[in-house]
């Protein structure tokens, strides 16, 4: 079974750090980009960003919102995704899911495929004072 | 950033009856690929988002044919013919073509 579990949440002053794990287990964790998105309580979806794979130079990218606080790695020797959040504000307050995508690159171009079809059950990140 | 338009944001639908949901994109959603990554999540109450199709019109695993999905371009909807009591909860289009990928404002779906 395809598995992503979230853990690492929890309750954080403003201005501290807090990093968050994505346990994968049940596919080739080496073979996938690897995504996070956040959900503000009673508020909608938000990516954050994602991690490629070594095959594709384990380069990221992060929403404006986060990018230079935020940062995302991965140990694909244990199939875990990292999300290093520093400086944390207030409105970083949300529920963080991961997910994940595979790159193809077919007759030269590069596609996604089973873009966003598993995510994890999310943890809860509260910054507060 | 690619800004996605829902509408409507709420709907109350007695059970039996259709409902449809839009989805405009700010530009075109077609890749470089070919492909069109629209993709459609439904979400209940305390769990996570559940994609329920994926390239404008493929159903994932699972979900009913009775839901839907159809559109081009900037375009696009999501159709359930007959709506069921499962169906409550709110339900997300989502853009994967260009990151940073971005989501509708979500429509909330309650049986009238």
């Known amino acids: 079974e395809v598995l992503l579990v979230e853990s690492g949440g929890g309750l954080v002053q403003p201005g501290r750090s807090l990093r968050l794990e994505c346990t994968a287990s049940g596919f080739t964790f080496r073979d996938y980009v690897m995504t996070w998105f956040r959900q503000a309580p009673g508020k909608g979806l938000e990516w954050v960003g994602f991690?490629?794979?070594?095959?594709?130079?384990?380069?990221?990218e992060y929403a404006a919102s986060v990018r230079g606080r935020f940062t995302i790695s991965r140990d694909d020797s244990k199939s875990v995704a990292y999300l290093q959040m520093n400086s944390l504000k207030i409105e970083d307050t949300a529920v963080y899911f991961c997910?994940?995508?595979?790159?193809?690159?077919?007759?030269?171009?590069?596609?996604?495929?089973?873009?966003?079809?598993?995510w994890g059950h999310g943890t809860m990140v509260t910054v507060s004072s | 950033d690619v800004v996605m338009t829902q509408s409507p944001l709420f709907l109350s639908v007695a059970l039996g009856q259709p409902a449809s949901i839009s989805c405009t994109s700010s530009?075109?959603?077609?890749?470089?690929?070919?492909?069109?990554?629209l993709n459609w999540f439904h979400q209940r109450p305390g769990q996570s988002p559940r994609r329920l199709i994926y390239?404008?019109?493929n159903r994932d695993s699972g979900v009913p044919d009775r839901i839907s999905g159809r559109g081009s371009g900037t375009d696009f909807t999501l159709r359930i013919s007959r709506v069921e009591a499962e169906d409550v909860g709110i339900y997300y289009c989502m853009q994967g073509t260009q990151w940073p990928y971005t989501f509708g404002q979500g429509t909330k779906l309650e049986i009238k």
């Open positions: 530009r075109s959603l077609v890749s470089s690929d070919g492909f069109t990554y």
């Open positions: 991690i490629r794979g070594e095959s594709y130079g384990g380069t990221t």
């Open positions: 997910s994940r995508y595979q790159l193809l690159i077919v007759a030269g171009e590069m596609s996604m495929i089973e873009d966003f079809d598993i």
């Open positions: 390239k404008i019109s």
